[in-house]
């Protein structure tokens, strides 16, 4: 019997599986009653009736054995616990700004950074919006403006650094208003609604520049940096030999100041950081923390929490586990281009990013077609994604009409060190399966809608 040859040496986790949280099957017919009582919003679903959860990386993942034996070392005194002193010097370390302040979340310390910089009448350019990035700063009275290359809304285009900035839609946009009127501009990375895309290190230095002949301060949403920093050791000329962890710091010295949703990155379940190397800003933002979230050595959080961000800052700078967690999108991707099924290229760093105007073509954007979409994968087999789209993009703040993006995406995110490549294999088959039956899926509309940030909590009826 002729023997298979070895053509190929597969690479695997760097960890084992320690502790289980068995999942629920459903059937059909639970997920049809399930998602009608959620208005066909997977946001508004039970996690109890879903069964592979890709809604998101946020605040998902596995911690490792050493985040939760420094659970166990958390100091919870009220002021100047130590796991806060810890936190710190990490924060030091890899991002490299010497003040900081906790945050319970992200959005937190959006909302701080927001209030502090702008002025009412101000423009923030940044490389494609996110959805609370966006309202904190329209709340605090500015306008946004996206300045992201073109190729970041074309799902095919298969441009390596789709989340760089135009240096030329950036300079029009200070000729048009002035630089007074712009008080920072934003940078995200891998750039979460166009796909997970990453921006290059070259095209952050001329962003740089430009801020700096105008005066402009430059500020990073790092939720995602060390994605970023990786796809740049992969794809970028002079930092093959460079480790994740010198380049997240190189990349944070073009900044003026940063936050992190550490649900991401840090490989936690909750936190947020807001760090600067203004000590102008700083004060102001250690004033205010103490308004919105607790004293500025805990920020709205637990000591042991910030000693679990402490520790994940640690593992997340770690090549292979980098390597694993894009390895895993990666591998979702191949497997439904065996299909056909259309999504974003190239594949991004936390998600793949199907593409709901190519898979219901028959839908207009009015009717949803990644609500749709991610509804009836739902309804398929309980795996649950998320609207990246008409939806999200909200309504436009003048006319009250709806933002029509041009990508209309269903998010499939990864949990971190949470799946196996099995609940992969399930979730691509189920895609792959509503795609064989995409002409008879009808679209939506929309019967409730909340007046912030909608796609939490709108409300669908099929057409
Ligand atoms: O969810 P928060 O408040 O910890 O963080 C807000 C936030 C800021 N920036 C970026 C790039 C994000 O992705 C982000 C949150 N993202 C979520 C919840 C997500 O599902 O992608």
């Given at each position: ?7 190929k040496?597969s690479?695997?986790?760097?960890f084992?599986?320690?502790?289980v949280e068995p ?22 679903l039970?996690?109890d009736?879903?069964y ?5 990386d946020s605040?998902t993942?596995?911690m490792?054995?050493?985040q ?7 100091d919870?005194?009220?002021a100047?616990?130590?796991?806060f ?9 890899y991002?490299?700004?010497p ?6 979340q ?6 701080m950074?927001?209030?502090i910089?702008i ?5 923030i ?5 996110f959805?609370t ?25 298969n ?6 900035t135009?240096?030329n839609k950036?300079e ?6 002035g630089?007074?009127k712009?008080p ?7 750039v979460?609604?166009a ?21 402009i301060?430059l500020?990073?949403?790092a939720?995602?940096a060390c ?7 992969l794809?970028?000329e002079?930092?093959q030999d460079k ?7 190189e990349m944070?010295?073009h900044?003026?100041?940063l936050?992190v949703?550490?649900?991401?990155d ?5 936190g947020?950081?807001l760090?600067?190397r203004n ?6 933002a250690?004033?205010?923390?103490v ?6 050595t805990y ?12 520790r994940?800052m ?6 292979d ?13 191949k ?21 709901a ?8 954007q ?7 979409l991610?509804?009836e994968?739902?309804?398929d087999s ?12 909200g ?10 993006p041009k ?6 995110t ?10 992969i ?7 792959a399966?509503?795609?064989e ?8 509309k929309m019967?409730y809608?909340?007046k912030y940030?909608r ?8 057409l």
């Open positions: 019997m002729a023997k298979k040859k070895v053509t040496r690479w695997a986790e760097p084992k599986i320690k502790v999942i629920k099957m459903t059937t059909r017919e639970n997920r049809e009653k399930a998602i009608i009582e959620a208005g066909y919003n997977t946001f508004l039970k996690s009736d879903v592979i959860d890709l809604l998101t605040g993942n596995a490792s054995d050493n939760w034996a420094g659970m166990m070392l958390g919870e005194s009220y100047g616990s130590k796991n002193y810890t936190l710190w010097d990490k924060i030091k370390q991002y490299g700004m003040y900081f302040v906790p945050t319970h992200g959005r937190a310390a959006e909302h950074v927001s209030q910089l002025k009412e009448g101000d423009y350019p940044g490389n494609m919006y959805t990035t966006r309202l904190h700063q329209e709340l605090a009275g500015a306008t946004f403006v996206d300045v992201i290359i073109k190729e970041a809304h074309n799902p095919v285009s441009h390596p650094f789709k989340g760089n135009d240096l950036l029009d946009l200070i000729n048009k208003v630089a007074k712009i920072y501009v934003c940078i995200a990375g891998p979460n609604m796909g997970g895309q990453p921006f290059s290190m070259a095209n952050l230095l001329e962003v740089k520049e430009l801020c700096k002949k105008h005066k301060k500020w990073f949403d939720t995602r994605e970023n920093a990786y796809f740049i050791k794809r970028e002079g930092y480790t994740i962890a010198q380049i997240l710091k944070c010295s900044f003026d100041g936050w949703s550490a649900k991401k840090l490989m936690v379940n909750i947020g950081i760090a600067t000590k102008k800003v700083y004060e102001e250690r004033n205010m923390v308004i919105y979230e607790g004293l500025h920020g709205g959080l637990a000591g042991r929490d910030m000693e679990a961000m402490a994940g640690d593992e997340m700078v770690m090549f586990n980098i390597k694993a967690r894009v390895g895993q999108v990666e591998y979702c991707g497997r439904l281009q065996e299909y056909g099924v259309p999504f974003v290229k190239p594949i991004g760093g936390h998600a793949i990013f199907l593409d105007k190519k898979f219901l073509p028959h839908l207009k009015d009717q949803f077609p990644a609500q749709t991610a509804s994968i739902y309804a309980g795996v649950r994604g998320m609207e990246r789209g008409i939806v999200s993009a309504r436009n703040r003048d006319t009250g009409e709806h933002n029509y990508l209309e995406l269903v998010r499939l990864f949990p971190r060190r949470v799946y196996t490549q099995a609940h294999d399930v979730a691509v088959e189920s895609i399966t509503v795609y039956n995409r002409n008879k899926i009808k679209g939506l019967v809608e909340p940030l796609f939490f909590q709108a409300r669908f009826e099929k």
